[in-house]
């Protein structure tokens, strides 16, 4: 059955440690995108891409990185340069277009400690 | 630049009561889609409705229903006989009609948390 897979659910990590989160799709999207939800902020863009070997950065872009090498995954890295990255990350894909909607995986808890 | 408002940042309401969700938006598009998305305690956002900028036309799903003004930029959702499994944060979410850099631009508001209490 079709979805978008985010692993794991949770994940702590020690200060000045990198870590990666996972996105995975079987949707057949082109557009894959990372947010961060923080409380009272609603949803912050970080990185989005259209297709294979393509990536732009979103709003708040600084201290991550992502990659696409094959059209199904998307993965994020937190890299130890983001100063606050105690967050809900979600990761959504979607079609191409403006009037598509987005489905969006069940997010990574991370915390730093 | 576009902008969504979402004024109320949480609502509690007894079960069976009903209940609205404000939007407010901003953008200089003629062209552009309005989304609402729910979000449970799990976690994960699930789509309810899309609404293109030239269909004013109201809409009723079951207990749910929509209220599109254009001519005050507004997105209102209304939830009828509110149950427990309404409680969660709902988000209203703006795209513009034209591509920006080939990008999809959405923009999200805060989201409003919705507590129905038994």
């Known amino acids: 059955d079709g979805g978008i897979t985010q692993s794991p659910k949770y994940l702590f990590r020690k200060e000045g440690q990198n870590v990666t989160l996972s996105c995975e799709q079987n949707?057949?999207?082109?557009?894959m995108y990372w947010y961060r939800q923080d409380p009272g902020q609603g949803l912050r863009l970080i990185y989005y891409?259209?297709?294979?070997?393509?990536?732009q950065k979103g709003d708040i872009a600084e201290g991550y990185s992502v990659s696409r090498e094959k059209k199904e995954s998307f993965p994020l890295t937190v890299t130890s340069a983001q100063k606050n990255p105690t967050a809900f990350y979600l990761c959504a894909s979607g079609g191409q277009g403006p009037w598509n909607e987005q489905f969006f995986g069940p997010g990574t808890r991370l915390t730093v400690l | 630049a576009q902008k969504v408002t979402q004024a109320q940042t949480e609502i509690s309401v007894v079960e069976k009561e009903d209940v609205t969700l404000d939007c407010v938006y901003e953008t200089r598009d003629t062209t552009y889609y309005l989304f609402w998305y729910k979000q449970p305690p799990s976690g994960e956002l699930v789509f309810l409705i899309r609404?293109?900028?030239?269909?004013?036309q109201n809409e009723i799903s079951g207990r749910y229903s929509w209220n599109f003004q254009k001519s005050t930029s507004s997105f209102n959702f209304t939830i009828t006989a509110s149950q427990v499994v309404d409680s969660a944060v709902y988000f209203c979410?703006?795209?513009?009609?034209?591509?920006?850099?080939?990008?999809?631009?959405?923009?999200f508001g805060i989201g409003t948390k919705l507590q129905v209490i038994p």
């Open positions: 891409s259209q297709i294979v070997n393509d990536f």
């Open positions: 949707l057949n999207h082109d557009a």
């Open positions: 609404r293109n900028s030239f269909d004013e």
């Open positions: 979410a703006l795209s513009e009609g034209e591509l920006s850099g080939g990008y999809q631009k959405v923009t």
